[in-house]
């Protein structure tokens, strides 16, 4: 009887520490998927969406669909689809991606600071903001740029402020929408030199870039990629450019920083889960976003977009949004100011 009660109690024992190292090793497991990355997601004949806020064929459908081709060879036996959100300047493609399940099956290519813009715009009337999302990592920049007719008189920034300083509302200037990053980039320069320009709104950059080949305008603030064809055309000339360091696309043109103008602004496209979505799932796709970022393959894809490929990691990508939060409230302020 001695011998049968050592023998369970012993039993007892053993079914006990299993059952303790099993929860061990389950929260160690737990606590590495949490503080890195998920090896199992995504998991192998998975549907992933990627919200597109664009037309199919527009370049952010483009962005969209060369990236999800990439991640399909990276996670062989995921199917990445691009959906297409189109309306309202992206709200509707961006809210759709902050209202979608947080379970890692849907994700969006977010514009900004267009995302930015939409929610500081009171009479939009976004239901998301920044903490709305996880970010993933970001894929393209677009820089921004000032363009003039190849025949205009102004031949610098300087010169194109002091025309507008001298002259007060004078100077007309094609943007895409009120309260666009255009238009911000406008109140930017205005801020920075103390000139004071006309802006003439459009519905597209395109619609800009007719109006200042027709000579019904002075210029256009768009991005570099807006005028590449131009310029290859001999039709436009660059007097700026918004970036840290002149465009591979226009390396003659300088920037406007050079220029006496510290002023940084462009488009990017990057990708974002929305909020409550496991970190480590978004860590796990910035980390092939990355990957594809430094292909040769991927690269050249990118250049024959026109388009740079400048990647962030989701961390940077993080950090660069708040800063735009912030870069945008500050040229709204001001253009509530007038």
């Known amino acids: 009887m001695t011998g049968m009660l050592v023998h369970l109690v012993r039993a007892r024992r053993v079914r006990h520490g299993a059952a303790l190292l099993a929860a061990l090793l389950g929260v160690v497991?737990?606590?590495?998927?949490?503080?890195?990355?998920?090896?199992?997601?995504?998991?192998?004949?998975?549907?992933?969406?990627?919200?597109a806020a664009a037309s199919a064929g527009s370049g952010t459908d483009l962005t969209a669909?060369?990236?999800?081709?990439?991640?399909?060879?990276?996670?062989?036996?995921?199917?990445?689809?691009?959906?297409?959100?189109?309306?309202?300047?992206?709200?509707?493609?961006?809210?759709?991606?902050?209202?979608?399940?947080?379970?890692?099956?849907?994700?969006?290519?977010?514009?900004l600071p267009t995302a930015v813009t939409l929610t500081l715009d009171p009479a939009r009337k976004a239901r998301f903001?920044?903490?709305?999302?996880?970010?993933?990592?970001?894929?393209?920049?677009?820089?921004?740029?000032?363009?003039?007719?190849?025949?205009?008189?102004?031949?610098?920034?300087?010169d194109?402020?002091?025309?507008?300083?001298q002259k007060p509302g004078t100077v007309t200037v094609g943007v895409t929408g009120p309260r666009g990053?255009?238009?911000?980039?406008?109140?930017?320069?205005?801020?920075?030199?103390?000139?004071?320009?006309?802006?003439?709104?459009?519905?597209?950059s395109g619609l800009a870039l007719n109006a200042l080949l027709g000579g019904h305008i002075d210029a256009?603030?768009?991005?570099?990629?807006?005028?590449?064809?131009?310029?290859?055309a001999g039709r436009v000339r660059l007097l700026a450019v918004f970036d840290k360091s002149p465009s591979a696309f226009a390396p003659d043109v300088p920037t406007a920083e050079s220029q006496g103008f510290p002023i940084f602004s462009g488009t990017s496209r990057g990708f974002a889960f929305p909020a409550k979505t496991p970190p480590q799932y978004a860590a796990r796709i910035?980390?092939?976003?990355?990957?594809?970022?430094?292909?040769?393959?991927?690269?050249?894809?990118?250049?024959?977009m026109g388009l740079e490929l400048r990647y962030m990691d989701a961390t940077e990508y993080g950090a660069y949004w708040a800063n735009e939060v912030t870069r945008i409230k500050e040229l709204m302020a001001r253009l509530d100011q007038r």
Not at 160 to 165: I, V
Not at 186 to 202: C, D, M, N, W
């Open 181 to 204: 990053r255009e238009h911000l980039d406008l109140i930017a320069v205005e801020r920075a030199s103390g000139a004071s320009f006309t802006p003439v709104f459009h519905n597209d």
């Open 29 to 51: 497991a737990w606590s590495g998927a949490a503080g890195g990355q998920d090896a199992t997601y995504p998991a192998r004949g998975k549907r992933i969406s990627i919200i």
């Open 65 to 111: 669909r060369l990236v999800a081709q990439a991640l399909e060879s990276e996670f062989p036996g995921t199917n990445f689809v691009v959906i297409n959100r189109p309306g309202a300047g992206t709200q509707v493609g961006v809210q759709a991606t902050a209202d979608a399940a947080p379970d890692g099956s849907t994700f969006g290519l977010i514009s």
């Open 220 to 232: 256009v603030q768009g991005s570099v990629a807006d005028f590449l064809a131009q310029m290859k």
């Open 129 to 158: 903001d920044r903490e709305s999302f996880v970010p993933i990592g970001n894929f393209i920049y677009d820089p921004g740029a000032l363009a003039v007719r190849t025949d205009s008189p102004y031949r610098s920034l300087k």
């Open 160 to 165: 194109f402020t002091e025309a507008a300083r």
């Open 286 to 304: 910035s980390e092939a976003l990355g990957k594809i970022a430094r292909s040769p393959e991927y690269q050249q894809k990118v250049r024959d």
